[in-house]
């Protein structure tokens, strides 16, 4: 149909122009004195008017349905899902402008994707000046989807114009704002709701935290979440702030591949048993979040796989190398370069060997990088600690004396036991089987 494509131009640009678009359509009617069982049709125009004339953003909200809403959603950006929540903004002022914002409830097609577009429909007295507008949002909300209209705005205005626009500038910070508050009322008040907006647009908001060194980490840090050990459900970092125990120096995390991995991890194990609360970062970018944000609240971060702390038992990691040194030499020596350090620990409980990275790059970060760009080389530390309690440390420190060779076996088994339960490939699982079994 030849009419098809004004129709489509001006349902796009002038849907909302505030007096009717009319133009002659054609419908099909039967003609007149033909056979009715073999009926023949013809074209008759009738002057259709195209435009919608009041747009929904101009109404106020009391007068506009839940349904009406979610039909213009749907049709307007193409989502078969309604909505998550809604937003309305109607400001008189220096600035005149009527807002309408729709918070998704599920990711759009390719968002996390170079070929994404964020952006809200730019509108002037009604009439489309731009489809999507990235000036209008921060990066960090670009998920959001909706329509501005201002008349203070000229309708030949370019978009370098608007990138420099007084006007559009002050818009954008009010719509920020809208937005901020919107979420901070789910997060507070309906958390089942907030949940589902963050298992979509979680990940956008950690990537936008570790953008450009950080620049949005004090924008954004409230509303990251992260598994917690205690609550066993995802919770802020506020809300971790503030159960820590009275003497707690540090927010303490564990970095894995899922949350049940992590939480068998053998360095957990003392910190549960005190009764102290810990992050389950499994996304991978979180670990880079606390290099980012540095602390919070005053509180700094600490990795439970990484980091070295006290926890008050009255004896040291250094302390404890040094009375077991020439066991410890040992093992360095038998290992070569597969570890940079071996130490003893007082992170173990019921487990006798774990390895850490130490400060840096850490394994998930390895795991990341290799998998990105895997031309980098990119690897972390490798340091080997033992619990100098358990009972396969104390036979590895008899057997250097009374049984070498065996002794170096053991140093292989526990070695590559450590690889395992950090999640690192073992370099040669077969020789490793064949360790395994001399021992029977």
């Not at 013809?42 to 506009?64: C, G, H, I, T």
């Not at 170079?114 to 998920?143: A, H, R, W």
């Not at 991995?261 to 991978?284: H, N, R």
Request: hydrophobic share 35%; with cysteine; glycine share 4%.
């Amino acid at each position: 149909m030849r009419e098809y494509p004004i129709y489509k131009l001006v349902k796009k640009y002038s849907d909302y122009i505030r007096f009717p678009i009319k133009m002659l359509m054609p419908h099909p009617q039967i003609k007149e004195g033909s056979d009715p069982e073999n009926p023949e049709f013809e074209e008759v125009f009738e002057y259709e008017v195209f435009n919608s004339m009041v747009p929904l953003w101009q109404r106020k909200r009391a007068d506009v349905t839940k349904e009406e809403y979610e039909a213009f959603y749907k049709s307007t950006f193409q989502d078969d899902t309604p909505p998550l929540e809604t937003i309305t903004v109607s400001v008189e002022g220096m600035v005149s402008y009527d807002a309408l914002m729709f918070i998704p409830e599920l990711v759009p097609n390719k968002y996390y994707t170079d070929e994404f577009t964020g952006g809200l429909q730019l509108y002037s007295s009604g009439v489309l000046i731009m489809d999507k507008c990235k000036d209008l949002l921060p990066e960090y909300f670009n998920f959001v989807r909706g329509v501005v209209d201002s008349p203070d705005l000229s309708l030949n205005i370019s978009r370098e114009v608007l990138q420099h626009d007084r006007q559009l500038r002050l818009i954008s910070r009010n719509l920020e704002k809208k937005i901020r508050g919107k979420l901070e009322e789910l997060r507070d008040k309906d958390r089942e709701k907030y949940e589902k907006f963050y298992k979509s647009f979680g990940r956008q908001l950690k990537l936008c935290a570790l953008d450009d060194y950080g620049k949005y980490k004090d924008e954004l840090q409230d509303f990251l979440m992260f598994y917690s050990s205690t609550e066993k459900r995802l919770v802020t970092l506020a809300e971790y702030v503030e159960r820590m125990k009275e003497d707690q120096e540090y927010i303490y995390y564990a970095a894995g591949d899922s949350f049940d991995a992590v939480d068998k991890m053998p360095q957990t194990e003392i910190l549960k048993d005190k009764g102290i609360e810990i992050l389950y970062f499994t996304d991978s970018t979180d670990e880079f979040i606390p290099d980012m944000i540095r602390q919070y609240k005053e509180k700094k971060f600490m990795s439970v796989i990484d980091g070295d702390f006290d926890l008050g038992d009255g004896k040291t990691d250094e302390q404890m190398t040094e009375t077991f040194k020439d066991t410890f030499d040992f093992v360095k020596e038998t290992l070569g370069d597969k570890v940079d350090v071996v130490k003893a620990t007082t992170k173990l409980k019921s487990h006798p060997v774990v390895i850490s990275s130490g400060e840096g790059i850490t394994f998930e970060m390895e795991k990341y990088f290799t998998a990105v760009n895997p031309e980098l080389g990119m690897k972390a530390k490798r340091i080997l600690e033992l619990n100098v309690d358990h009972k396969a440390f104390l036979a590895l420190d008899r057997a250097r004396l009374d049984d070498p060779e065996r002794a170096k076996k053991m140093c292989e088994v526990l070695f590559n036991q450590a690889l395992l339960i950090a999640g690192l490939p073992i370099d040669d699982p077969s020789g490793y089987t064949d360790v395994v079994c001399s021992f029977f």
